[in-house]
């Protein structure tokens, strides 16, 4: 059991890690930007160190300042919550390099999963269907109309790294696919320090559903079955539902099975969201 961690979050993702911690008697060290200077959780915690202005690239993703808090701090490990590094294999590299556990899966695992173009390759190994499209990273503009043009419109353009919608965009034509796929490489490279996107085929009016596992390090992983988190707005989640209203039994069994098979391909460990696109059939696709 640790006795103190740094929390690499903000808002009401620290604030959950921090009463956590309270419970099991473990110390806290909250980060925080300017911007959240004044945010009521940093009270919570047993200390808080200031990392940089407002812009999350100079503070909450800037690795040398996470590493230099936590030496501060004193702490035996990082959480990274979710967002932001939580998906950064070398972030959890180089914490463990710091002799600092990361609070996560490993960094083997990470990588497999967390670029969501090895994510693609790993399903495929696993025999867990996919969304047709790429089959690796999309170098430029000209690369993605041609490869639009073999998959059809409309297609959506995703950044490999990092999640919550961010460069994500749909496109219908090669004009939206152009104008769309810039922005989509700036918003990421913003977001998570890397641009690279890959294009997927754009299912209309599925329901997302996601399979939350757990897993240790002799093997073992467990499904706690599945949640509907169709309704979204800008591609992020605002109400999860469980059990997903449109599955069957059938199908259901054969989402949360896909999702272990998923994290024992991968050889996960620790909490994990595997997550689909069920199409009209009941067909699913895991997209990451």
């Not at 329901?207 to 591609?235: I, M, P, T």
Request: contains cysteine; proline residues 4%; neutral net charge.
């Amino acid at each position: 059991m640790f006795t103190r961690i740094l929390i690499a979050n903000r808002g009401e993702i620290a604030l959950r890690i921090i009463r956590a911690c309270k419970e099991l008697g473990i110390e806290t060290v909250a980060v925080y930007s300017q911007a959240d200077q004044h945010a009521p959780y940093l009270h919570l915690a047993d200390k808080a160190i200031c990392i940089g202005p407002a812009n999350p690239g100079e503070s909450y993703l800037n690795i040398p300042r996470i590493i230099s808090a936590a030496e501060v701090g004193n702490v035996e490990a990082i959480h990274p919550g979710y967002g932001f590094l939580a998906e950064n294999a070398h972030f959890a590299e180089i914490c463990r390099s710091c002799k600092i556990e990361f609070i996560g899966p490993t960094v083997e695992s990470m990588r497999s999963l967390g670029d969501k173009v090895a994510a693609r390759k790993l399903a495929k190994k696993a025999g867990v269907r996919t969304v047709p499209g790429s089959e690796g990273a999309v170098p430029d503009e000209d690369t993605a109309v041609k490869m639009a043009a073999e998959i059809g419109y409309p297609v959506i353009i995703k950044a490999a790294s990092g999640g919550g919608g961010r460069g994500m965009r749909v496109a219908n034509n090669e004009a939206t696919l152009r104008s769309s796929f810039r922005s989509a490489q700036t918003e990421a490279e913003n977001a998570f320090k890397d641009g690279t996107l890959y294009l997927e085929k754009f299912i209309e009016q599925p329901r997302h559903v996601e399979v939350q596992v757990l897993a240790d390090h002799f093997g073992n992983v467990v499904h706690l079955w599945e949640r509907d988190c169709s309704l979204q707005r800008r591609h992020q989640k605002l109400i999860e539902e469980s059990p997903c209203p449109i599955l069957d039994d059938k199908s259901r069994e054969e989402i949360c099975t896909a999702a272990v098979k998923l994290a024992k391909t991968a050889k996960y460990t620790s909490a994990g969201t595997f997550e689909f696109l069920v199409d009209k059939r009941k067909k699913f696709y895991f997209i990451e």
